[in-house]
């Protein structure tokens, strides 16, 4: 979600692209289907959140997700990493980018709506363009993309009405929000920091990753949960969903798209999200939204798109 996401790594550049091959359905379409799934994955937060722990939906999804994986490596014929140092790193990763994210906008979603919770995933690019300038040494920084982050800056506080002094806003769910939004790029830079160059391939490392986030979960989870007294078959079946589509079936998705189109085309789903996730909060849960809240969204993704415009390269 995350954008992205969110939930891998394929987005960098700097690791082997997955084998060209013809694919059977349009790009724009698989383009299309992962903007609503990640974009309805709010929704099927907060409807997994009314029936079951914030930890047991974090758990449920990565399991859903982690089998999603296991099938398509198995049909691929590709194993899972090897190495301990690899190991060691994509828990890290695991963590950074799924355990830990996904954990936080569950718990967010407690008291925020799912339509504010999208919105807050959009800045993820933002905190990624202002972290990358401190630790990556090659993205250096241009008056545009500079610009893009402080537009993108104004944009949040717009959506939480800073200048009414916040009022009305919840601001422990917003601030666990914006945490699991920052999540993600620093996950994706130790990933680039580390990973980089990895002989594995994009499957077999995410397979890796996701296996070690649904063990963290499945440690935490029962230190700070018990198990329901009864199961609710909705909030359930959201969680399945949000696992298998959400997480899993939607990294797969990304990989053809990153294959094909590229990194920067492929990011562009992060600006869809968030639109996706406002229209089925209000239409499908009733959530009610006020004027600043989608202005603010728009100020945050033309500053998200302007930190990603990078410099003509001269010959």
């Not at 936080?104 to 807050?120: D, Q, R, V």
């Not at 989608?294 to 990603?308: D, F, K, S």
Request: proline letters at 6%; hydrophobic letters at 50%.
């Amino acid at each position: 979600m995350s954008s992205v996401t969110a939930t891998s790594t394929t987005s960098d550049p700097a690791r082997p692209a997955a084998p060209r091959t013809r694919p059977r359905t349009d790009w724009r379409l698989r383009f299309a289907a992962l903007s609503l799934i990640w974009g309805f994955s709010f929704l099927l937060i907060k409807v997994g959140t009314q029936g079951y722990a914030p930890f047991q939906v974090t758990l449920g999804r990565l399991a859903f997700g982690t089998a999603v994986l296991a099938v398509a490596m198995a049909v691929r014929r590709e194993g899972l990493p090897r190495g301990v140092r690899t190991w060691g790193h994509l828990a890290v990763a695991g963590f950074l980018l799924n355990a830990l994210p996904f954990s936080l906008f569950a718990f967010a979603e407690l008291t925020i709506p799912s339509t504010l919770a999208g919105i807050c995933n959009a800045t993820s690019p933002l905190w990624g363009m202002a972290l990358s300038l401190v630790a990556l040494s090659e993205d250096r920084p241009t008056r545009v993309r500079v610009a893009g982050l402080g537009v993108g800056f104004l944009g949040v506080l717009t959506v939480l009405g800073a200048w009414q002094g916040f009022e009305g806003l919840d601001a422990r769910g917003t601030a666990l929000a914006l945490l699991a939004s920052l999540s993600y790029p620093v996950g994706w830079i130790y990933v680039r920091r580390t990973l980089a160059g990895s002989s594995h391939s994009n499957l077999s490392l995410t397979g890796g990753q996701l296996l070690l986030a649904t063990l963290q979960l499945a440690v935490v989870t029962p230190l700070f949960t018990t198990l329901p007294t009864a199961f609710a078959v909705g909030p359930l079946l959201a969680v399945a969903a949000l696992g298998t589509l959400g997480t899993g079936f939607a990294v797969l998705v990304q990989y053809g798209l990153v294959a094909e189109v590229g990194p920067t085309t492929g990011q562009m789903v992060t600006y869809f999200v968030p639109v996706i996730a406002a229209a089925a909060g209000i239409v499908l849960l009733g959530e009610t939204l006020t004027w600043s809240t989608p202005v603010g969204a728009v100020i945050v993704l033309a500053g998200a798109a302007l930190t990603q415009v990078r410099p003509r390269k001269t010959e």
